[in-house]
């Protein structure tokens, strides 16, 4: 049992709220020291098949809606946005790649999501070439290697155990958050990019509210 507070976020690229859901979460931890994180990469399209669950671009409705919402977001916060023309893509070779590093370059993982590539560039990430440009300025000529790795069998196994367990949690869909409330083993599952004022009144820590980030974001732009 933990005296801390802690936090698991499973992810995947593909998903536009997971990308919101991620910058957010970036910035909420600088406010949030005495929670430890956990970010495990995850396949969402294996979420959504082992619960028999249905992506939002089959529905044009719920489409449109996503897409409007994740506007509204990116207005509110400054946090850039925009939806790309390729969509869906495959995501298991980068997920894999992450993997990677998550396990050999750990001090540089975190920076590797925190990639614009998709939902501000709109450059595939399926591609090789596109990963390579996008994480080589992170690390550096490793980064071919880390491709190479991505397709070794325990690699593999460690990105299935990871969805694997997600699904065993409870999960759906992404982003999901898995929370343990300090000096407490029991996890309570948190849905979506539009939960951490949830999280932050269930494990009494600050929410500055989404507005609050729009000025640092907007100087990065």
Not at 81 to 87: D, S
Not at 94 to 110: P, Q, W
Not at 152 to 168: G, M
């Amino acid at each position: 049992m933990s005296s801390r507070a802690s936090i698991i976020f499973y992810y995947d690229l593909i998903s536009p709220y997971t990308y919101m859901g991620f910058k957010v979460f970036k910035q909420l931890r600088q406010q949030w020291p005495g929670v430890d994180v956990t970010l495990k990469p995850v396949l969402l399209g294996g979420i959504m098949a082992a619960v028999n669950n249905k992506p939002l671009f089959e529905f044009p409705s719920k489409r449109n809606h996503m897409i409007a919402d994740l506007r509204r977001t990116s207005d509110l916060t400054g946090i850039p946005f925009r939806f790309p023309v390729q969509f869906p893509v495959s995501t298991v070779l980068a997920m894999r790649v992450l993997t990677v590093i998550k396990i050999h370059e750990t001090d540089k993982y975190e920076n590797c999501i925190d990639k614009d590539e998709y939902f501000m560039h709109g450059r595939n990430i399926s591609q090789s070439e596109v990963i390579v440009t996008a994480l080589a300025p992170i690390v550096g000529g490793k980064v071919r290697n880390m491709i190479q790795l991505a397709a070794d069998p325990e690699i593999k196994k460690i990105f299935k155990d990871n969805t694997d367990e997600a699904v065993a949690k409870g999960a759906f869909g992404a982003p999901t958050l898995l929370v343990k409330q300090a000096g407490s083993d029991q996890e309570h599952l948190f849905f979506g990019s539009d939960r951490f004022e949830s999280i932050a009144g269930f494990l009494s820590i600050p929410y500055p509210g989404l507005a609050s980030f729009k000025s640092s974001n907007s100087a990065k732009l």
